[in-house]
Nanobody
Framework: QVQLVESGGGLVQAGGSLRLSCAAS????????MRWYRQAHGKQRELVAAITSGGISNYADSVKGRFTISRANARNTVYLQMNSSKPEDTAVYYC?????????????WGQGTQVTVSS
């Protein structure tokens, strides 16, 4: 079994920064693409950023130039550095990972961490 645990959420003023972390644990052979999603109240979950095992990243247009996704493969951890935050970034942020474990590739989700950006 594999678990993803997010941390680092909280309250930040507009223009401020937060760093989210997501650590995977369990029976992990390797991790492929890791992603951050977010879901604002009353809205659909949306993809924010993704990063491959080789470090290639891409971003939603709404966060380009402000957010940075990175990963530490040795620690099975993915990060999301949020700079120049805006009130519209307020959402529950979820990490997602493709994990090769016990001969299978499965998708796993974290439990989510709340980010609130005040104006």
């Amino acid at each position: 079994q594999v678990q993803l645990v997010e941390s680092g959420g909280g309250l930040v003023q507009a223009g401020g920064s937060l760093r989210l972390s997501c650590a995977a644990s369990g029976s992990i052979f390797s991790m492929n693409v890791m992603r951050w999603y977010r879901q604002a109240h009353g809205k659909q979950r949306e993809l924010v950023a993704a990063i491959t095992s080789g470090g290639i990243s891409n971003y939603a247009d709404s966060v380009k130039g402000r957010f940075t996704i990175s990963r530490a493969n040795a620690r099975n951890t993915v990060y999301l550095q949020m700079n120049s935050s805006k009130p519209e970034d307020t959402a529950v942020y979820y990490c997602n990972a493709e994990v090769f474990s016990s001969g299978w590739i499965r998708n796993y989700w974290g439990q989510g961490t709340q980010v609130t950006v005040s104006s």
